[in-house]
């Protein structure tokens, strides 16, 4: 049983530092991870938007309290996604195949073609993540990795810092 204690407690740091490797500067592709479980956004179907209240203020997450990013490398309003290979599992897009309920959300909601053909929500022009490191709603671990990649405001403006 101690064994057990003592391989958590080394293997989670270990696990956040892989995780936390990607990045602004390599095109955000260090690092591994598979994509969080996060209900909807595993079928395909479009997750609701909603607000949380958090220590960072009030954000944007999913149905289910997952948190949603937004990447740097990302132009806001290109209709482009820049998060592929690696990346893109790390960063999982959200999907975006019909209009989602958006409560609380002011920003624009749209969809983009994502890198993988398929659509990506987008909210005031910036396309939506999820961090295969956040494993429970609410997490906030992806918040600054890499100093590229922040949670987003109902308005959809990146809360940095």
């Not at 892989?18 to 969080?36: E, K, M, Q, V």
């Not at 740097?72 to 690696?86: I, V």
């Not at 929500?121 to 990795?145: F, I, K």
Request: glycine residues 18%.
């Amino acid at each position: 049983m101690k064994t057990r204690h003592t391989l958590k407690t080394v293997a989670a740091p270990l696990l956040l530092l892989t995780l936390s490797a990607c990045g602004a500067g390599d095109g955000g592709n260090g690092g591994y991870g598979a994509p969080p479980a996060t209900g909807d956004g595993d079928s395909g179907d479009a997750p609701g938007l909603r607000t949380a209240d958090t220590e960072l203020g009030t954000i944007v997450v999913d149905d289910d309290g997952m948190v949603l990013y937004q990447f740097d490398s990302d132009e806001r309003g290109s209709g482009t996604s820049t998060c592929e290979g690696q990346c893109a599992q790390n960063w999982p897009a959200v999907p975006g195949e019909e209009t989602p309920d958006a409560d609380g959300i002011s920003g624009d909601v749209d969809t983009i073609t994502g890198v993988d053909g398929r659509p990506q929500l987008t909210l005031n022009g910036w396309p939506l993540y999820y961090y295969a490191g956040d494993q429970e709603p609410g997490d906030l671990s992806g918040q600054g990795v890499g100093d590229a990649w922040w949670v987003l405001t109902p308005e959809g403006e990146p809360v940095r810092g």
